[in-house]
């Protein structure tokens, strides 16, 4: 199936919130895309672009509607079509790519089986065509062992191949409009130039018209026709994308392309006071059958050493399978060493979570990189911010309640949404409800998994001051996971580059960053996206760039 052009009139779309009288949160929305055309939707968290896009499949969230307005594709009205028309239409003409992979696949069922389920049921081909399609899309995803992925489960694949993963779902059937929503989000950022490649490269090949929503302007110089800018679910500027990237007419487009091209800064934690917080000692991590002196078959991280004092910032920076939430996994717990140490304040930490006191838990608190697995669906904000203050502290109502309101306002979230549970947020407002819950344990540690990886440009710059202000002020200390190499360059006093589960190159950021040694981490800086189209082309890195795993 080939694009077809899409033209969206006058759209309004409208929510009640629990104890709210309804208010429009995206108005008067008017664009058009050519069949094989990109559209790039940018703004902050809460700016509409997911709602947006949305509509676009004829579907609103829980407690929205659609108000009015045309969505024209081909020649289908959406928004007039009956629920089976709009069933038939959604999977096969209109695909969707969501910004959680981890959240779109069942993890009881092998991943071959729900990659080509929309083929399947929308009878575009038989099991056979579906299986040898899907193996095809691998390949050009850059999944590792296209032949024999789909025969895993969703935990037996990092974030990132899963990701990759849902595209291919999502391309199967040829649609004639696939809506992105900050597909790559949760890529690293080698894994992210072949994903775009391969996005691009399908799109144009097969002449898909797509809508693109992303916080990331970097991206969307690479792969987008035209952007339409949003605030507060208003269109604030709309044009190609050279125009918007060299010429913005609009002044919240240029506080957007600043904070998409931030300063260097130097990170203002405490100065080393040579207060040991956490030192790792030999870690190996690893899964499958072990062997008689008890080393696992399947090694995921060896010879990790490291220590982080008091109020310090450690990145490590990696692409996806390198090892870097297994990291932070092990420190938490939640996950046994196959041998190795971990001292936290001097003494040894046991290994799971089983042997650790209750103090233990609240000192390291750990952020995830998918807010949406990390949240309970059922728990209003209110209720999830409080679970740490009665598990913690004794504190009564009311101060748990002056707390719980001083913790929204410390990551910039509207007390308003203290009462909404986490369908009711986008997906920036859930990552910093989950940031406020690591901070209400008032933690010597925080473990960030990706913490500003869903988050927009703006908001996570205010979230990595944030993060600084509280090692000024509370000398917390952070091992902070990331494969955006600006955020790590910005907070982190040290870096540590994995490769293949293995330490390649360790130092201070200024150093790693400015002057690389080792061959990976030259791929890793040169693999970041510049806020310039045709980057992408001239890019020479690549997933199959292979570099040497010696460490320097």
Not at 18 to 34: C, D, H, M, W, Y
Not at 272 to 282: H, M, N, Q, T, Y
């Amino acid at each position: 199936m080939q694009g077809e052009s899409l033209i969206v009139r006058d759209l309004d779309i409208c929510a009640t919130p629990p104890g709210e009288e309804e208010r429009t949160i995206v108005s008067q929305i008017n664009f058009a895309l050519k069949p094989g055309e990109v559209m790039a939707l940018i703004g902050e968290s809460g700016s509409g672009k997911t709602t947006i896009a949305l509509a676009m499949m004829g579907y609103a969230r829980l407690g929205c509607r659609i108000a009015g307005g045309s969505v024209q594709l081909g020649e289908t009205d959406i928004l007039t079509l009956s629920a089976v028309e709009t069933r038939a239409l959604r999977g096969h003409r209109v695909t969707y790519i969501a910004q959680s992979a981890a959240a779109a696949f069942n993890p009881s069922r092998r991943l071959m089986d729900q990659v080509i389920e929309g083929a399947l049921i929308h009878g575009v081909m038989d099991r056979q065509q579906a299986q040898q399609k899907a193996i095809q899309l691998f390949g050009e995803l850059a999944l590792p062992d296209p032949e024999h992925i789909g025969d895993r489960y969703p935990h037996q694949v990092s974030g990132g191949q899963l990701q990759r993963l849902m595209a291919a779902m999502a391309l199967i059937t040829d649609p004639a409009l696939v809506i992105l929503d900050e597909p790559t989000t949760a890529l690293d950022v080698t894994t992210q130039v072949d994903v775009l490649r391969a996005f691009k490269r399908v799109m144009r090949e097969r002449g898909t018209t797509a809508l693109y929503v992303s916080h990331d302007l970097a991206v969307v110089a690479q792969i987008a026709d035209h952007v339409l800018v949003l605030q507060a679910g208003e269109e604030q500027e709309q044009g190609p994308i050279g125009q918007i990237l060299d010429n913005p007419g609009h002044a919240y487009t240029r506080s957007l392309l600043a904070a998409a091209r931030p300063e260097t800064r130097v990170p203002t934690g405490l100065p080393a006071s040579g207060d040991e917080l956490l030192r790792i000692d030999d870690l190996q991590v690893g899964y499958g059958r072990c062997d008689r002196n008890g080393l696992p078959n399947n090694v995921v991280l060896d010879h990790i050493q490291l220590r982080i004092d008091r109020g310090q910032a450690l990145g490590v920076i990696g692409e996806s399978g390198s090892g870097k939430s297994t990291l932070a996994r092990a420190v938490a717990g939640l996950v046994a060493p196959s041998r190795g140490e971990v001292q936290f304040n001097c003494r040894e930490l046991p290994p799971t979570l089983r042997g650790r006191i209750p103090d233990q838990f609240r000192r390291i608190q750990i952020v995830f990189q998918s807010a949406d697995n990390a949240l309970n669906p059922a728990h209003s904000v209110r209720r999830l911010l409080n679970r740490p203050l009665e598990t913690y502290f004794q504190m009564s109502r009311d101060a748990r309640q002056r707390r719980v309101e001083e913790l929204m306002d410390l990551v910039k979230l509207p007390r308003t949404l203290l009462d909404r549970k986490p369908s009711g947020l986008s997906g920036g407002q859930k990552q910093r409800v989950n940031l406020a819950r690591a901070l209400a344990a008032e933690p010597d540690l925080i473990l960030c998994d990706e913490v500003t990886s869903a988050l927009d440009t703006v908001v996570g710059a205010a979230i990595l001051e944030l993060l600084a202000e509280l090692r000024r002020e509370l000398g917390v200390a952070y091992l902070f996971i990331s494969h955006d190499i600006s955020t790590v360059r910005s907070l982190c006093d040290d870096v540590m580059v994995l490769y293949q589960g293995e330490c390649v190159e360790f130092g201070p950021c200024s150093t790693v960053l400015n002057q690389p040694q080792h061959d990976y981490t030259r791929k890793l800086i040169g693999s970041v996206p510049e806020l310039q189209p045709g980057w992408l082309e001239g890019c020479q890195w690549s997933t199959h760039t292979q570099p040497s795993t010696a460490p320097v």
